[in-house]
């Protein structure tokens, strides 16, 4: 449990110590991480953490520190201050004003109450669904469950009095299917606040499947041919186009999208939103993590760039509002701008996914793809190799393996034909497979 006392401490002690305008962030967090493997407990892990920070702001100048350890109170202010007197003056440092927000479901008491029992037991389920899929799935690499609950409070001087308690519980699995001397390797993920939305045995199956279905595989010859991009592919995807639509890019010149407001940017196809008050997912929570309570954005509509992510300083520099996209990695961060639930959508070319591939006569279903953490995120340019399926008139043939493909993010989204119906979340993005015109595939 968190203090707020101990938070009410800190403010004062950076008043008296002369800041201008002050800010606590206190975290509080358990996590329980069971891996199987034989149906027996591989590796268990519990942990138990807190910590703290304080942003200070004097004459315009920024001061920071942090601690684990609740009887450094007067190190962590002395630090901060200290610290402000070095920094630059900044007069766009701000904290926010107090602003109410609205109630997001982000805790299942089931995830905070589960026993490392029941937490090997959803990790057995994980890797029994993926072995009794198929004989040929041979082997587990990992299978795991993990469970985590985390208190988070901010206070500042402008009076922003905020907290929340938040669950998470994730599955996940990387498993080998083997045919002779052939083996391919196969994973899936899911993840949710609610205990109840996750079906382990479905993520087990699933990695099967992805494994299942590479075995075969063959070099292809180049071609431009279309493409069909997996969900769980354009997921990754859209993470390198989500930094385009960051304000910190932006003002940084870091971003493709810099000065492109109200311009038709990507495929008159796509919506791109984020909405951190989603109940359920993994980016849903009532505020940003400098208090602004979240809202849906609406940040490409139908191709047209409408608006970018912003946090305090990054709206005040451009003279707008904070649209609660204030992200910390941890307590011993300062706040940058990031998504909460970033969803991509795709209307007008809508294509259920049972008809997506019957749409294609000739072309390439993009299963994995290794290397687009890789993408140049200030120009766009990507070059990656891909694996997946071939489809030949509306029907797979066989799997194919090291292919690349390359291009422009912006071009990626621009030539999106249709979408299937399989939208899904992977982490706190999510998106439908897509389909893409003609695209360069190399051998």
Known sequence: MIDKQFGFQLLEGARKKGADC????????KK????????TVDAIESSIDFGYSLRVIRDNRLGFSYSTDVHEVNRVIESAIEASRWSEQDEYL??????????????????????????IGKACIIEKAALDCDRRVTKVRKASASF???NVMILNTKGLDMTY??????A???????????????????????????SFEAVGKGAARRALRMLGARKMNSIKAHVIIDNSVAVEFLEIFSTLLSSEFVQKGKSLLANRLNQEVISPLITIIDDGGIANRLGSRPFDDEGTPTSRQDLVKDGVLRNYMYNTYTAKKDGVQSTGNAVKGSFSSLPAVGPSNLALCVSGGHIFSE??????????????AMGIHTANPVS????????????????TRHPIKEAVISGNILDLFRNVEAAGDDLRFYGNMACPSLLIGPTDISA
């Open 172 to 198: 996940q699995i990387t498993v080998v299917a083997e045919d002779g001397d052939e083996s391919q390797m196969g994973w899936d993920f899911d993840g949710s606040r609610f205990l109840g939305d996750i």
């Open 380 to 395: 766009g340019e990507f070059s990656i190799g891909v694996s997946g399926l071939w489809i030949e008139n509306g029907a």
């Open 32 to 39: 329980l991480t069971a891996e199987v493997k034989g149906q």
């Open 148 to 150: 985590s609950t985390k």
């Open 355 to 368: 008809n997506l591939f019957a749409s294609v006569d000739k072309g390439l279903f993009v299963a994995e």
């Open 22 to 29: 002050a800010e606590v962030y206190l975290k509080s967090a």
């Open 94 to 119: 701000d904290v926010p004003e107090p602003s109410p927000g609205k109630s997001v479901k982000t805790y299942d008491d089931a995830i905070f109450s589960i026993t490392e029992e029941e937490a």
């Open 165 to 170: 308690a938040a669950t998470v519980v994730t």
